[in-house]
T-cell receptor, first 113, second 111 residues
């Protein structure tokens, strides 16, 4: 596609529920990143994929968070047993192989009530 | 560790004023440095970058010079416009595996 696409753009869920956030990167980009941005803060790294594998998941806050990229393209960030503190904008970005310019999607605004 | 510190906002300027947004960094190696911009209602966009010491990145009238001796990458523009109103983020990466962002500086330019 022309840019990084994230769906849904907004998600409201009840505390304790499970959510999935989807990212469709730029076609041909091998690297994919998930970030979380809280109000008034910069993006915080969650996880980085190179192809299908998670090359660095050191930013995932706990085991309620998990992400997959089974075919090396679309990625899904999964959050179990959501908590109010999970409310934030979740950003996805992709880069071409060997590149350092990250292209960001518009994000999914998650609100846990 | 690796981190970015940028000046807190919000910053309000009149049109055609000079802009400086300070950014300093801490890194365990030799990073590439970036400025990203987020316009209202839009996603983060790369504004400019520099990959080694003394490099100057420039775009849309904005400039930033990679200063290794002061570990800084300050953003400047000689004459801001209303359309420059946005949030600006300084960032670094060492390997492309992780990008470390500052907290962002909100700029409002008034006519």
């Amino acid at each position: 596609g022309a840019g990084v696409s994230q769906t849904p753009s907004n998600k409201v869920t009840e505390k304790g529920k499970y959510v999935e956030l989807r990212c469709d990167p730029i076609s041909g980009h091998t690297a994919l990143y998930w970030y979380r941005q809280s109000l008034g803060q910069g993006p915080e790294f969650l996880i980085y994929f190179q192809g299908t594998g998670a090359a660095d998941d050191s930013g995932l806050p706990n085991d309620r968070f998990f992400a997959v990229r089974p075919e090396g393209s679309v990625s899904t960030l999964k959050i179990q047993r959501t908590e109010r503190g999970d409310s934030a904008v979740y950003l996805c970005a992709s880069t071409r192989s060997g590149g350092t310019e990250a292209f960001f999607g518009q994000g999914t605004r998650l609100t846990v009530v | 560790g690796n981190s970015v510190t940028q000046m807190e906002g919000p910053v309000t300027l009149s049109e055609e004023a000079f802009l400086t947004i300070n950014c300093t960094y801490t890194a365990t190696g030799y990073p590439s440095l970036f400025w990203y911009v987020q316009y209202p209602g839009e996603g983060l966009q790369l504004l400019l970058k520099a990959t080694k010491a003394d490099d100057k990145g420039s775009n849309k009238g904005f400039e930033a010079t990679y200063r290794k001796e002061t570990t800084s990458f300050h953003l400047e523009k000689g004459s801001v416009q209303v359309s420059d109103s946005a949030v600006y983020f300084c960032a670094l990466t060492l390997t492309g595996n992780q990008f470390y962002f500052g907290t962002g500086t909100s700029l409002t330019v008034i006519p």
